[in-house]
C-alpha cells in the first residue's frame, strides 16, 4: 500500500510560478513511475507530465517548456515546477503512482490562476 500527500498548491497571478511537491509512504521496494495529473471544474482528468524511476520524464503538450517534473529518491518525493502559469492551468493538480497491480492517487492540491 502507497500513501501519497500533495502540497503546495495555492493562489498565483497569471505568469507567476508554483512548485507542487508529493511524498509518497508505505511499502515498495522500488522507485516506481510517478505523476502529476489535474482536473479542473468541467474536464475530465488529464496527463501533466510522468517521470520514471531512471529520470526519464514525458509532458502534456500544454505545459512543457512551463513545467518541470524531478523526483528525488531518498525523499520518494516527487515535484512539480510550474513557471509562467496561465488561468487555464488552474485545477486541482492530483499525484499519481504507479504501482504493480493498481495505481495510487493522492488527495489533491488546488492551483488556483487569476488573471
Known sequence: QVQLVESGGGLVQAGGSLTLS???SGIFSSINAM???RQAPGNQRELVATIASGGRTVYADSVKGRFTISRDN?????YLQMNSLKPEDGAMYYCNFKGAIVNYWGQGTQVTVSS
Open 22 to 24: 508529493c511524498a509518497a
Open 35 to 37: 505523476g502529476w495529473y
Open 74 to 78: 531518498v525523499k520518494n518525493t516527487i
